[in-house]
């Protein structure tokens, strides 16, 4: 019996889960699910006879340690600053490990001696990161091995509201972590184009749009996302001129959040004083200039550039910003008290359904002829639980564990899926559960450098 433990049982968990029961049987496998309340990784086990739920606390280090010594594989599905702590205790007891999140510098660090320990550090397997680079990487292996010269990549990828559900203002709702949508972007962003570099600080993120279209679902925006100069070395297009990965959104939602940016009320750098007895009201009129005369609606709309009876200031409105109604947290950051706010306006309904959409957008070069290659997927959840966003993370997650345990994988080492060995299977299996990419291929005079 080969033992699973997967650490974490949050939002985009649920697939991943219920892949690995649905499984279990004819695989003889036995999956132990560990998560800080014990009550949630009840539920993702359902009672199933091969699952097993457990209260896990990753800092813990005897639990940690004897939990992953037992196991024969780990998937981390903690938050990403916690990887650290799991990725030594499987170096240390030569266990793989399998994660959605981006590989930290510190996680890095493990790469010689789990190569020379014989064990796999999966990384970036999810959705961004993680379907996007299994379904890019094809595409790359393809155009090279026809001879073709890479000039411009970009790859865009965004949770939203299915279209039928799509019932606020903002046109968006939570389909993952809460505290990461609030806190997107602080690290700036960085791409190049036609050679040229481009550096873009927090503050100016969300003005610097770009706009795509997907067949049958219409325009969206895109803003800069992280850094998107590292990936060219890991897909082995070191020299390429044009490259920018970006996050999407519907129009308009970049422009009424970087109000929210500009004044302040997204930082995650210091305490409010008072904030459990400050209104939603006076946590955002404390960003503001003292004036008696004039409301904070007024001040408001003149400090981030809106008309009072423009749009955007509706959408601010519908938020709660101005409302007198008590926060409730103590010792708050910023970007909790937002956070909090959000949790009320923008959860999914119980008969809502999400919405994955990505895209890459490729120049190339062949044979003295310029072609672009459109290839878009689409993926829209089965409810408010089993949302495409778990759907997307869970199931090249899951998929990777099984090949792995199968020894279908056999790599070493600190790694991302960018080997045919590795996305080649798991975007077959992907294919099976409708998970695919539209793809559209025309001759261009010149390369427009995306």
């Not at 397997?125 to 299994?134: E, N, R, T």
């Not at 411009?152 to 279209?163: D, E, I, R």
């Not at 062949?366 to 993370?393: F, H, R």
């Not at 199968?406 to 080649?424: D, N």
Request: net charge neutral; glycine share 8%.
């Amino acid at each position: 019996m080969k033992k699973i433990l997967v650490l974490g049982a949050g939002l985009s968990t649920p697939t991943l889960i219920n892949y690995l029961l649905d499984h279990a049987g004819e695989k003889d496998w036995q999956v132990r699910v560990g998560d800080i309340d014990e009550n949630i990784a009840k539920q993702r086990i359902n009672g199933n006879s091969r699952g097993k739920a457990f209260k896990f606390d990753v800092f813990d280090d005897d639990q940690r340690t004897s939990e992953i010594k037992n196991a024969d594989i780990v998937i981390s599905m903690l938050p990403a600053r916690m990887h650290y702590l799991v990725a030594k205790a499987c170096v240390n007891n030569k266990k793989d490990m399998v994660t959605a999140s981006y590989v930290s510098k510190e996680v890095k660090e493990f790469h010689k001696e789990a190569k020379e320990k014989g064990i796999l550090l999966l990384n970036e397997l999810g959705l961004d990161p993680g379907v996007d680079h299994l379904s890019a990487m094809q595409i790359i292996d393809r155009i090279k091995k026809e001879g073709g010269e890479l000039i411009g990549f970009k790859s865009s990828t965004g949770g939203l509201v299915a279209p039928k559900y799509d019932n606020n203002p903002w046109n968006y709702k939570f389909t993952w972590n809460p505290r990461n949508v609030v806190l997107a972007g602080q690290g700036g962003a960085q791409f190049i184009k036609r050679g040229s570099y481009k550096y873009i600080p927090y503050h100016k993120l969300f003005l610097r749009l770009q706009t795509i279209n997907i067949e049958g679902y219409g325009e969206f925006e895109v803003y800069p996302n992280r850094d998107s100069l590292k990936y060219r070395s890991v897909y082995g297009i070191d020299d390429i001129p044009s490259m920018f990965r970006g996050t999407i959104r519907r129009p308009g939602f970049s422009k009424t959040w970087n109000a929210l940016v500009q004044l302040g009320a997204t930082d995650d750098s210091y305490i409010v004083e008072n904030s459990e007895n400050l209104t939603y009201r006076d946590f955002f009129n404390g960003f503001l200039r003292y004036d008696k005369v004039r409301t904070v609606e007024e001040k408001l709309a003149e400090y981030v550039g809106f008309a009072d009876d423009s749009f955007d200031m509706y959408k601010l409105r519908w938020l709660g910003i101005f409302e007198e109604e008590k926060i409730g947290i103590k010792n708050a950051t910023p970007a909790q008290i937002v956070q909090k706010m959000l949790d009320k306006k923008w959860q999914l309904d119980s008969d809502d359904k999400d919405m994955i959409v990505m895209q890459h957008d490729f120049e190339y070069k062949l044979k003295g002829t310029y072609y672009k290659i459109l290839s878009s997927m689409v993926v829209e959840g089965k409810d408010n639980v089993n949302t495409a966003m778990a759907i997307t993370v869970g199931l090249p997650l899951a998929i990777g564990c099984k090949l792995i345990l199968e020894r279908k994988i056999t790599s070493t080492g600190v790694l991302v899926p960018t080997l045919a060995s590795i996305y080649e299977p798991i975007l077959n299996e992907l294919a099976e559960y409708g998970i695919v990419f539209k793809e559209t291929k025309k001759e261009m005079k010149e390369p427009n450098g995306l």
